[in-house]
């Protein structure tokens, strides 16, 4: 299947400093990419939908302005968590479909696991 | 996007078919059903999906109902490697490609030696 990558696999940092994470498709491009969240025990939550080259859509209840998405070509997503704090802590996973393929299903990234100090 | 139930755990011995049920009554004429899985602290990796068909792939096969209101992953011979949660997530075409994905808790398969 096709081969999705999340940098970094994880992360600590200190509470109120900014962290990026980036996901890139290696082997195809994508016009949207997705971002999750994951809190320990629980299952995973969309935070928000990466559009390339317009502006990222967020579920209810996640702060645009905290958790900023660039999409800005069809390989490569990032999202920079701003001002981190300590309830920020949590597995982010990114996701993306092949658009040049008539399948249906997401690849997921490995994961970035976030921990705020 | 329609709503899934599955068992919260199941245990399966190592070598033997794994069977997972998932109920999905709701389940809309355009809507698919996803068998994604997740090791613990990794993504999820995709298994199979399918519409009405019965589907197989290099790991695993997918069973739907005549009435679609539900479906069995089966993995033929599991292995330890094979424990890990699995979600049954039921989303349409257009869902698939534009809109994320609705994770419920999922199935915590546990493969015993």
């Known amino acids: 299947g096709a081969v999705v990558s999340q940098h970094p696999s994880w992360v600590i940092c200190k509470s109120g400093t900014s962290v990026k994470i980036e996901c890139r498709s290696l082997d195809f491009q994508a016009t949207t990419m997705f971002w999750y969240r994951q809190f320990p025990k629980q299952s995973l939550m969309l935070m928000a939908t990466s559009n390339e080259g317009s502006k990222a859509t967020y579920e209810q209840g996640v702060e645009k302005d905290k958790f900023l998405i660039n999409h800005a070509s069809l390989t490569l997503s990032t999202l920079t968590v701003t001002s981190a704090h300590p309830e920020d802590s949590s597995f982010y996973i990114c996701?993306?479909?092949?658009?040049?393929?008539?399948?249906?299903?997401?690849?997921f990234g490995q994961g970035t696991r976030l921990t705020v100090v | 996007d329609a709503k899934t139930t599955q068992p919260t755990s199941m245990d399966c011995a190592e070598g033997r078919a794994a069977n997972l049920p998932c109920n999905h009554s709701?389940?809309?004429?355009?809507?698919?059903v996803y068998w994604y899985r997740q090791i613990h602290s990794q993504g999820p990796q995709y298994i199979i999906h399918?519409?009405?068909n019965n589907e197989t792939n290099e790991m695993a096969s997918l069973i739907i109902t005549e009435d679609r209101k539900s479906s069995t992953l089966i993995l033929p011979h599991a292995t330890l490697r094979d424990t890990a949660v699995y979600y049954c997530i039921v989303s349409s075409y257009s869902g698939g490609g534009a809109d994320g994905l609705t994770f419920g808790k999922g199935t915590h398969l546990i493969i015993q030696p």
């Open positions: 399918g519409l009405k």
């Open positions: 996701s993306a479909r092949d658009r040049g393929q008539g399948n249906t299903e997401a690849f």
């Open positions: 709701t389940i809309s004429g355009n809507e698919y």
